[in-house]
């Protein structure tokens, strides 16, 4: 005669503990999806409304893969990146912590021109806009301050690119008119991605 063997039932405790790690797994979960949902937000409220792609890059994240400086030389160019390395004696994914890149453009030309905002991890705002003094002065150029209604900025002389420091860790790098808009948003003075309808 055959013996009917039953499914011994879950102990307790073993329930306890698998609702437990479900919650842990949820609450990690919604915690990572909320960090997102803030960062985006930031950025909505952060960048100008002329806005019309944006790419964030965490540097943090970046510099644990192999794949990081591949990403960041496609993006910069390799030649770019060991002028930096060279010139400034900074490695983008260390002294990076976020690198936000966006195009911009009006409405009839809404592919005009790119700018970027660069967050320090190992290097402060003043170190990233004396890297760009040394940068344009070694290819020759000369680093002139603009006083726009904005507020001030570096340019090179024939004003095609600028540079402000926004706060201790972070400069905004692009055009005259990119830089000049960004400066607005964080002063109030200009419309921000977030208040754009279409």
Same mark, same amino acid.
């Given at each position: 005669m055959k013996r009917t063997s039953y499914p011994?039932?879950?102990?307790?405790?073993?329930?306890?503990?698998?609702v437990v790690s479900i919650s842990v797994a949820g609450m990690l979960f919604a915690a990572m999806q909320h960090a997102k949902t803030l960062r985006t937000n930031r950025l909505l409220h952060q960048l100008p409304s002329t806005a019309r792609a944006v790419l964030r890059?965490?540097?943090?994240?970046?510099?644990?893969?192999?794949?990081?400086?591949?990403l960041i030389a496609a993006i910069v160019g390799t030649e770019q990146l060991s002028e930096? /390395?060279?010139?400034?004696?900074?490695?983008?994914? /260390?002294?990076?912590? /976020?690198?936000?890149?966006?195009?911009?453009?009006?409405?009839d030309q809404p592919l005009q021109s790119i700018g970027v905002m660069l967050k320090g991890r190992a290097a402060s705002a003043g170190t990233l806009a004396a890297?760009?003094?040394?940068?344009? /002065?070694?290819?020759?150029g000369t680093v002139i301050r603009l006083d726009g209604p904005s507020g001030p900025m570096l340019a090179n002389r024939e004003q095609q690119s600028a540079i402000a420091v926004i706060d201790e860790r972070t400069i905004i790098a692009g055009s005259v008119t990119t830089v000049t808009e960004a400066i607005g948003v964080r002063r109030g003075t200009a419309p921000a991605l977030i208040e754009r309808r279409s």
């Open positions: 011994r039932p879950v102990s307790r405790s073993l329930k306890v503990a698998a890059i965490d540097a943090d994240a970046l510099e644990k893969t192999a794949a990081g400086k591949t930096i /390395e060279m010139v400034c004696a900074l490695n983008p994914l /260390e002294a990076l912590s /976020e690198v936000v890149a966006w195009i911009r453009g009006p409405d890297c760009h003094r040394a940068l344009v /002065e070694g290819r020759g």
